[in-house]
């Protein structure tokens, strides 16, 4: 129950002024400037733009800031935005077979064509603390050898695979995806929505998730056939102009696992894929989504249904939101006190009937 | 405000150019090479939203991955020629600059802002392209077996 209460304002007031001074913290420290952040925080840049589902560095690493680095927050933020956003159409499918790699590796194929280009990565670090970086200093070259561009496009590793007939084909199809932004999200959830969904799901969760597949839950059997970073181009079609252009690049993190597949009523024995795609740098999301959106297809690829939580959609989708989430769990701490008070009653009521009864019984 | 023009590759090409331009660099290039022309706004700059797309592997059906964030206008020369921009981002400067350069591309101008914008544009843009892929490259692993002892 909600009822309109008064007499909260100077102490909200108050309460905002002070929030301010805090996220500014030691004024006799420089101030972080949103640049900053969008240059140096980029990978928590990237997560706030994948689950605010809007990709703008700039708005992002603002939104860290006035969050004072709460990313939840900060995805609030950012998706609090998009509703005022004017939709101006959508893009024709980004095509990440054309992507410019930063970073592409398979763990399946040793000599995959292309070859496995590491990127800057957190592998083979040894996760020690770095004192260097607590100390000021000039920004480092990238180090190696100038080496030959790597040629481009780089290949899929799926293709190969797909030459013998050992995976599954994801044959082009051209049906317009649902959009839960527009409607909302609802049971049975096709492919399409649940990648949608999954792409702006929480990273934490989404890990969990596939986490509890790997540990054997809906055990599916992943490798990474595929990870690659790097940037594609996004093309839309002008409406006014009647062809399309490419109106801008994004880094994309695309996932493409290839699970162990013995085969069942409806479908021989072959590789089956998983697929994760996500804003920006993001391999932990795009992994985990890939091994989740495997774990949700057990329908369609006629697995049993072993009653493990990744399996079931509803359960995926309508929890892995963190916005949906933190709005409902963070409601119960706002004013409650007629709830309550009725709570209250109820139990006093109760109390007093047991003590009636019991001196009845005397 | 539908114009009626064909697919021009060309023009695509330079739109393309133009919308993936760092901040600021159209504006520079053509303020280096020419007094902006005098125009009328047909659609003032306004931000809005494009939903990006993927396909589920990569080569399947379609899929919503999420929105990015666009700012387009279009405008109208004295001459009657009409400039678009479709820039990701919020810049206005960049996509009135880009919209200009659209315009002034249809002109007798062309000539003079391909050499002066559109190519020093196409260079930074490959020799950005070729400095990150180089820098891939060096990161790419060199398998070599170690000798088995095997006799």
């Known amino acids: ?362 | 405000m539908k114009d009626t023009h064909q697919a021009d590759p060309d023009r695509q090409a330079w739109m393309s150019l133009l919308a993936k331009a760092p901040e600021g660099r159209v504006a520079a290039l053509l303020d280096a090479c020419t007094a902006r022309p005098a125009f009328t706004w047909l659609r003032a700059p306004e931000t809005g939203a494009v939903m990006l797309r993927g396909r589920a592997g990569g080569t399947g059906a379609p899929f919503n991955l999420g929105e990015m964030t666009v700012i387009r206008c279009a405008l109208t020369l004295d001459c009657g020629t009409v400039g678009h921009a479709y820039v990701q981002g919020r810049r206005k400067a960049d996509a009135e600059a880009a919209a200009l350069v659209d315009a002034l591309m249809q002109t007798e101008a062309a000539d003079g802002l391909h050499a002066a914008v559109l190519e020093p544009l196409r260079q930074e843009r490959d020799t950005a392209r070729a400095t990150r892929a180089a820098k891939a490259a060096a990161t790419k692993v060199d398998f070599f077996t170690m000798t088995r002892g095997e006799d």
Not at chain 1, 327 to 356: C, M, N, T, W
């Open chain 1, 1 to 362: 129950m909600y009822v309109a209460v008064k007499g909260g304002e100077r102490a909200i007031e108050n309460a905002h002024g002070w929030l301010a001074e805090e996220r500014r913290g030691d004024p006799g420290l420089a101030e972080l400037s949103v640049a900053q952040i969008r240059e140096q925080l980029a990978l928590a840049v990237n997560r706030v733009m994948a689950e605010g589902s809007l990709y703008d560095p700039d708005l992002a690493a603002l939104a860290i800031k006035q969050a004072r680095g709460d990313l939840i927050e900060a995805i609030f933020l950012i998706r609090a935005y998009r509703t005022t956003l004017p939709r101006f159409g959508a893009s024709a499918p980004v095509e990440t077979g054309r992507m410019a790699c930063d970073r592409r590796i398979s763990a399946t194929f040793r000599d995959v064509p292309g070859g496995q280009i590491l990127g800057p990565t957190f592998d083979y670090t040894h996760r020690l603390l770095d004192f260097k970086l607590a100390a000021e200093g000039e920004p480092p070259e990238a180090p190696g050898h100038p080496a030959e561009p790597a040629p481009a496009p780089v290949p899929r590793v799926a293709e190969f695979l797909n030459r013998e007939g050992l995976i599954e084909e994801a044959p082009r199809d051209d049906t317009p995806p649902p959009d839960l932004t527009r409607e909302p999200l609802e049971m049975p959830a096709d492919r399409a929505l649940r990648l949608q969904a999954l792409a702006r799901a929480d990273e934490g969760f989404t890990l969990s998730m596939a986490y509890s597949t790997q540990r054997g839950y809906a055990r599916n059997h992943a490798f990474v056939g595929e990870l690659r970073i790097g940037t594609v181009p996004v093309e839309m079609e002008i409406p006014e102009l009647g062809f399309a252009v490419e109106i801008g690049e994004v880094t994309l993190t695309e996932c493409e696992t290839v699970n162990q597949f013995t085969g069942s009523k409806t479908e021989p024995a072959q590789f089956t894929r998983g697929y994760g795609l996500v804003f920006g740098q993001t391999e932990r999301k795009a992994i985990s989504m890939a091994l989740v959106d495997r774990a949700l297809r057990w329908e369609e690829l006629g697995e049993d249904n072993v009653g493990a939580p990744a399996q079931d959609a509803e359960f995926v989708l309508y929890h892995a939101d963190n916005i949906q989430a933190t709005g409902f769990l963070e409601h119960i701490k706002l004013p409650h006190y007629v709830d309550f008070q009725s709570e209250l009653e109820l139990v006093r009521k109760l109390r007093r009937e047991a003590q009636e009864t019991r001196e009845a019984a005397e």
